[in-house]
Nanobody, 122 residues
Framework: QVQLVESGGGVVQPGGSLRLSCLAS????????MGWFRQAPGKEREFVAA????????YYAESVKGRFTISRDNAKNTLYLQMNNLKLEDTAVYYC???????????????WGQGTQVTVSS
């Protein structure tokens, strides 16, 4: 019954910006965190950023720290990822997910969206 739907992906030049959104239909009982992951062709799914539903703690992969900002709007059940200064290596399918622990390990995230493609190209 829990559904996550990502949007906002697209094609952008290096140095450009995109904002991804993730609309959630609900929140699992054991969920404590929401995060963004990405997966490029031939690579493992990797952690990008996460934010707690309670409190203000945020977490970022070193590769995106200082460029990406994760935020939420609980009233709208929406998670955001503002991506600035995009690089070619940011090209991937981006997924949002609910997690049951504060971790970067995708195996602890139980609910996933279908993903949205982000392509950074010159």
């Amino acid at each position: 019954q829990v559904q996550l739907v990502e949007s906002g992906g697209g094609v952008v030049q290096p140095g450009g910006s995109l904002r991804l959104s993730c609309l959630a239909s609900g929140r699992p009982f054991n969920s404590v965190i929401m995060g963004w992951f990405r997966q490029a062709p031939g690579k493992e799914r990797e952690f990008v950023a996460a934010i707690h539903w309670s409190g203000s703690a945020t977490y970022y992969a070193e590769s995106v720290k200082g460029r990406f900002t994760i935020s939420r709007d609980n009233a709208k059940n929406t998670l955001y990822l503002q991506m600035n200064n995009l690089k070619l290596e940011d090209t991937a399918v981006y997924y949002c997910a609910f997690g049951r622990e504060t971790t970067m390990d995708p195996s602890y995230y139980d609910y996933w969206g279908q993903g949205t493609q982000v392509t950074v190209s010159s």
